[in-house]
């Protein structure tokens, strides 16, 4: 397992967030927490036609999101942030196998590119109040995220067993190594 501290941030653009999110700015501020403790940071842009074109201000990260000197982008087309993107060979190349996960949509996005990821052997720590996600018809924000939450801390993978933790925690994990 790599000891570099690795935050993968997924989707928190402009264009995404033109549909409302659940507690955006607590959401920016914990990632914003990470991303300035963090050794990488990798963030994962969603493009497709209808106002997420590459370059435009839809496509764009959230003005309020930090983005440390020598991040690293990576864009996708799919849920998944693994799905026929550049994502796997860069964590190859830089020997990332343990990074935490956090950003938008925590039942879409982020959920898709966990799965996968854990599937693929990565070791995953999910910053449980840091990512977010809009009321949907079948379920509203908070309960989705907390649905998210619990499969997540609750999926089976015996070698490489995903956790589930408050950036508090991983904050004092870090500092703690």
């Not at 700015?25 to 963090?38: G, M, P, R, S, Y």
């Not at 087309?77 to 343990?98: H, N, Q, S, V």
Request: contains cysteine.
């Amino acid at each position: 397992m790599s000891e570099k501290r690795v935050v993968m941030v997924v989707d928190m653009q402009n264009g995404v967030f033109a549909t409302p999110r659940h507690q955006r700015e607590k959401c920016v501020a914990l990632i914003n927490q990470l991303t300035d403790a963090a050794d990488t940071v990798i963030f994962i842009q969603h493009t497709e036609a209808g106002g997420l074109e590459e370059g435009s201000d839809g496509f764009a990260l959230l003005p309020e999101l930090r983005q440390p000197k020598g991040a690293l982008y990576v864009t996708k087309t799919a849920c998944d942030a693994f799905y026929d993107t550049t994502l796997e060979a860069l964590l190859r190349e830089l020997g990332i196998r343990e990074f935490v996960i956090c950003g938008c949509a925590t039942d879409y996005c982020v959920d898709a590119t966990f799965k996968n990821g854990v599937s693929r052997g990565y070791h995953i720590t999910v910053a449980e109040d840091a990512h977010t996600t809009a009321h949907r018809q079948a379920a509203e924000a908070p309960v989705l995220i907390s649905h998210y939450n619990d499969v997540w801390r609750n999926f089976i993978a015996p070698v490489n067993p995903p956790a589930v933790k408050r950036v508090e925690t991983i904050l004092k994990n870090w500092k703690a190594n």
